[in-house]
């Protein structure tokens, strides 16, 4: 395992493992009849113009470049550690740029970074529940990045029928070449500007809810029992902030 990290922490090593992981998301894309569920609205806004920040749990991050009907092109959250720095090579095959930062360091910075690509007229990819969970359990980045550029929030999911679930705190999911996949989006939530504490606790929630939602449909329509969520953080003045959330 030691050696195996010192090359994935290797510039070479980094470089040849996310040339490999885009090769495999290609490769999945390519063998696997897919469906979109739902995408109606975000094609009306790409084709506008209009940027959203679409969100998705992070185990459910493997084919999210491929989300579209085309490959969708955002500039993703992506924490700066090396897990983070390989899924951003990764992602970089397909066209996504990145923002650097994490829950625990830089949150405020990517934040602001977020909210000027959405001013700038980018999209922005976020997993609420990144980088170390609870599993499927939204933080609050999201909601605040939404609320601050004035954009709403997309949900969305995938599934497929041939697949692994791995043992790893997001239960993440891995999909397998040679059978059906779907994709589906949820409608769209919109968090006012001048939304006070209690309005933008109950936007996380309802984020929260409606990625289980689309998530747990995309499990159904591939024929698999859903991932559970983890357990909640316990309500009140201990639970940690997280300014914004961020992939890897």
Not at 237 to 246: E, I
């Amino acid at each position: 395992m030691k050696p195996l990290k010192r090359l994935l922490g290797s510039e070479a090593g980094q470089a040849a493992a996310a040339w490999l992981a885009a090769l495999y998301i290609r490769l999945v894309f390519r063998t696997n009849r897919w469906c979109w569920h739902g995408f109606e609205v975000a094609d009306r806004m790409a084709r506008a113009g209009k940027p959203f920040v679409v969100c998705f749990w992070h185990g459910r991050l493997l084919m999210m470049p491929c989300a579209q009907r085309r490959p969708m092109t955002y500039h993703m959250l992506i924490s700066g550690h090396r897990d983070g720095r390989l899924i951003a090579r990764a992602i970089g095959h397909f066209g996504s740029g990145v923002v650097a930062g994490s829950s625990s360091r830089g949150g405020a910075a990517a934040l602001r970074q977020c909210v000027d690509r959405l001013s700038g007229g980018a999209s922005v990819g976020v997993t609420p529940d990144g980088p170390r969970g609870p599993r499927m359990r939204a933080a609050s980045g999201a909601v605040e990045i939404a609320r601050m550029a004035g954009v709403p929030i997309l949900p969305v999911a995938y599934s497929t029928t041939r697949r692994r679930i791995l043992k790893s705190w997001d239960r993440f999911l891995l999909p397998l070449p040679f059978g059906r996949g779907v994709f589906v989006l949820g409608a769209p939530l919109t968090v006012p500007k001048d939304a006070g504490p209690e309005m933008r606790e109950a936007a996380r929630l309802e984020l929260e809810r409606r990625l289980n939602a689309v998530t747990a449909e995309s499990d159904r329509l591939t024929g698999h029992a859903p991932v559970e969520p983890a357990e909640p953080l316990a309500p009140g003045p201990k639970r940690p902030h997280r300014a914004g959330a961020a992939v890897g």
